[in-house]
């Protein structure tokens, strides 16, 4: 059996003895003098983005710190940090707790806002359902009616816009899917589900291209071809008006 030189033994040991550190330096906070200093560490931290470091300084400061006067300060953080890591069901759970148990922070607000992006975060592409998206949009109505003025009252009303325009999309796209199914009465449903609840998102030139086209397999060309010309009109400059345009001329031909 070949034997290892002295230096390399050496070597070998120092990277062990480094290694070993290194497993019980990962496993253990620093030192700190006081609490406070604790989470002001934690502050600095997350002005790094250095957020699982953070996440570990919050929750030690929350578990020894319960009757504090920064503990809903520090229970934000730890929120805020879980939302830097992606985990959005830990940090629905923290925001849920500041609201629920300091209703009276002067971080709730902030806290009603982030919520909706904890439950926004969890929501999964359209072709799947949307639950935590009509969610989110609960949650950042319930936001806008708690907290007037505040500061993220225009973000909320910008995240509320994309989320009625995804649920929207995801209504067409199931009218799409029905038409294309030749099932037109279920395709009108969540057509004109698109027309009387989502009226004011992208989708509702994509929705009455939908029920003219369900005009059409129902044998009435005619109405059909008058909603397309309608659609034409009232999107130019659209893709969904150049479908339009398309289809009509289909139905034109076939007309004639």
């Known amino acids: 059996m070949r034997r290892r030189s002295p230096s390399l033994r050496l070597a070998l040991a120092g990277l062990a003895l480094g290694a070993a550190v290194w497993g019980c330096a990962a496993g253990t906070l620093p030192p700190v003098a006081s609490e406070g200093q604790r989470l002001e560490q934690a502050r600095r931290a997350m002005s ?123 209504l067409t796209d199931t009218g799409r899917l029905y038409l294309k199914l030749k099932l037109t009465h279920p395709a009108r449903v969540y057509f004109q589900r698109v027309l009387d609840e989502y009226a004011d998102t992208p989708s509702v030139g994509e929705a009455r291209l939908g029920l003219a086209l369900c005009d059409a397999l129902e044998g009435r060309r005619r109405e059909a071809i008058e909603a397309l010309r309608r659609v034409e009109a009232d999107h130019a400059g659209d893709p969904v008006a150049r479908r339009a345009a398309w289809e009509r001329a289909r139905l034109e031909r076939r007309s004639g």
């Not at 940090?81 to 629905?92: F, H, I, N, V």
């Not at 919520?115 to 592409?125: C, D, H, K, T, V």
Request: with cysteine; net charge negative.
């Open 48 to 170: 790094k983005r250095e957020f699982s470091f953070a996440i570990e300084l919050l929750k030690s400061y929350i578990d020894h710190n319960a009757g504090s006067r920064d503990v809903d300060e520090a229970i934000y953080r730890l929120g805020m940090c879980y939302l830097g890591t992606r985990e959005w069901p830990s940090a629905e759970v923290e925001f849920e707790r500041l609201l629920r148990d300091y209703p009276e922070s002067d971080s709730s607000g902030s806290a009603a806002f982030r919520l909706g992006e904890a439950l926004i975060g969890q929501s999964r592409p359209r072709d799947f359902d949307q639950e935590f998206t009509a969610k989110a949009l609960e949650q950042w109505r319930g936001y806008l009616a708690g907290y007037p003025g505040h500061w993220l009252n225009p973000e909320a009303l910008r995240r509320i816009a994309e989320a009625r325009a995804r649920l929207a999309g995801k």
